[in-house]
């Protein structure tokens, strides 16, 4: 299941997020990264300013996907020139992801896309977009989102090509089903 959403941020909210994760741009509080799945990317984690908007989600991703969803985290990124984002389905316990753009320098939409198709192989292998059947093409804007079933449907995204100086941030929020949680876990998260 796949599902896009139109306006999940208001402004003030989007200017925020933005400021805040430009802030830690500014004062060097980032990784680099450059992985299996990314190149030309600036990885900033768990922002608060993002993060506490994981409740409010959680409401709107357990009315699509049903309510054995828990928020798990999110994570913040910064896609430089030559951002790339490999074909991949998310690691373990992060069944749902939902990709929201805060803002960006490019004067285009960079779209994300997801495969319907079911994919069961390792997550470190190399998934050919090409030969994936039935993809879908999202084009997100700032304050929109899409969510996917990141650890069975493949998503990636293609090369940005924009200015020296351009970029676009991109928030994860991250849900985890329920059985999939330990028991010891599950009970100390719930006390």
Not at 33 to 44: H, I, K, Q, R
Not at 49 to 69: A, C, N, P, W
Request: glycine share 6%.
């Amino acid at each position: 299941m796949m599902k896009f959403y139109d306006h999940l941020f208001n402004a003030d909210q989007l200017e925020e997020m933005k400021n805040e994760i430009l802030n830690l741009r500014r004062e060097n509080k980032h990784i680099d990264e450059v992985d299996l799945f990314s190149d030309c990317a600036l990885g900033f984690g768990v922002v608060p300013s993002v993060d506490k908007h994981g409740e409010y989600l959680t409401d709107i991703i357990q009315k699509d996907f049903g309510r054995e969803y828990i928020y798990s985290h999110s994570y913040a990124r910064m896609y430089l020139k030559g951002g790339v984002l490999r074909p991949h389905i998310d690691k373990r316990d992060l069944d749902i992801t939902l990709t929201v753009n805060i803002y960006s320098t490019v004067d285009k939409i960079w779209p994300i896309y997801a495969s319907d198709t079911v994919y069961t192989g390792d997550r470190f292998s190399d998934i050919d977009a090409n030969t994936l059947p039935n993809h879908h093409k999202f084009n997100i804007g700032p304050g929109q989102g899409a969510a996917i079933l990141g650890t069975t449907h493949p998503h990636w995204r293609d090369t940005l090509e924009c200015g020296e100086d351009d970029y676009y941030i991109q928030v994860f929020y991250h849900w985890t089903r329920m059985q999939n949680i330990p028991l010891h876990v599950f009970t100390a998260f719930k006390s």
